[in-house]
């Protein structure tokens, strides 16, 4: 595997960092490069994980080649950029060429299954986001429906999830374009996630982001990856407790077990651990996008989503 990439350079390029992308503004178009940093519980972690900005942009590039969705990606050829070799050679294969969209400041969150946030708001009132579900659900319990959760996009600190009426009342979305992220995220939604279940894998919830171009609404962003998604395995999938999530959970637990108090900065994490975790990433990537492997057999085929 490639060496490990904290932290991207090109010089004189304007750049935002984000927690685990750089994002390096051409202009019209952004090259948008998956570093290999981890978060975990807000925090950037100080150890990389090998493979993983590699994984994600695979991911996400896979997705976007099938839903049925407008979307940002242009192209993974970075020789568009008239940049020196010598610079574009360490981003080759974590980055996309992407369109710039004027971002709607939101993260238009779907869950098919009762967990996180979600889980702990049902337990206080009955209801996710303000929408009433009904009585005796469980922690995962997957709901008759998937339903769309939407959040702010903070800044800093924790998104805040808000009710859809909130999001209507926004002026900056209105009635019109809410029901329009609602149903594309809902769709979308549905199309991956059918076609993971028949990988073996669960998307309980994910996160999608669209930003306005021209006056249409296009998917932007990281999509249906263990980054923006929980992912279960199915064959651990247990109603009434938390399954372990794909990705991250060996992170976690080790964080938590570490003394680390949650609230300075984080510790390095040791060798194992990092290789437990690259290995999730690689068998999230390889479940998902392997040709002829189905968990049963309604078909494995790939141009399900494709227009
Ligand atoms: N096509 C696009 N146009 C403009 N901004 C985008 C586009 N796609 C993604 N972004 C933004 O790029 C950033 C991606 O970096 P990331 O590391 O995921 O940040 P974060 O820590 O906010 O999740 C996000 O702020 C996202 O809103
Ligand atoms: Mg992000």
Redesign the pocket.
């Known amino acids: 595997m490639s060496t490990v990439v904290l932290q991207s350079s090109i010089p004189d390029v304007p750049v935002?960092?984000?927690?685990?992308?750089?994002?390096y503004d051409f202009g019209d178009q952004?090259l948008?490069v998956?570093?290999d940093?981890i978060?975990a519980f807000d925090y950037i972690l100080p150890t990389g994980i090998p493979g993983k900005g590699e994984l994600l942009t695979r991911i996400s590039q896979f997705w976007f080649d099938r839903l049925s969705v407008e979307n940002?990606f242009l192209t993974t050829d970075l020789g568009r950029l008239s940049l020196p070799a010598e610079v574009t050679e360490p981003l080759q294969g974590r980055s996309m060429i992407?369109?710039?969209?004027?971002?709607v400041p939101y993260e238009c969150v779907v869950r098919g299954y009762l967990a996180g946030s979600g889980w702990l708001e049902y337990q206080q009132s009955g209801t996710v986001c303000g929408i009433s579900l009904p009585a005796g659900l469980q922690e995962s319990s997957q709901l008759i429906e998937p339903i769309f959760t939407p959040a702010t996009?903070a800044e800093e600190g924790h998104d805040e999830n808000i009710s859809f009426e909130q999001m209507q009342a926004d002026d900056q979305i209105g009635v019109e374009l809410a029901e329009q992220l609602r149903s594309l995220s809902l769709r979308i939604y549905a199309e991956g996630a059918e076609h993971a279940r028949k990988r073996g894998i669960i998307i309980a919830d994910t996160k999608f982001?669209f930003?306005l171009?021209d006056g249409k609404v296009?998917l932007?962003?990281?999509v249906l990856t263990p980054?923006?998604s929980r992912f279960w395995p199915q064959e651990k999938y247990q109603v009434g407790c938390s399954p372990a999530s794909y990705d991250k959970q060996f992170v976690r637990n080790w964080l938590l077990a570490s003394g680390w108090d949650r609230n300075s900065s984080p510790p390095e994490l040791p060798s194992d651990v990092v290789e437990q975790t690259a290995a999730k990433y690689s068998e999230a990537f390889r479940k998902l996008t392997e040709t002829g492997r189905c968990t049963n057999d309604q078909g494995s085929s790939f141009s399900e989503f494709a227009d």
């Not at 935002?16 to 994002?23: H, I």
């Not at 992407?98 to 971002?103: G, I, S």
């Open positions: 935002k960092r984000g927690k685990v992308r750089d994002v952004l948008f998956a570093t940093r978060s940002h992407v369109r710039k969209t004027q971002v996009k982001e930003g171009l296009i932007i962003d990281e980054d923006s």
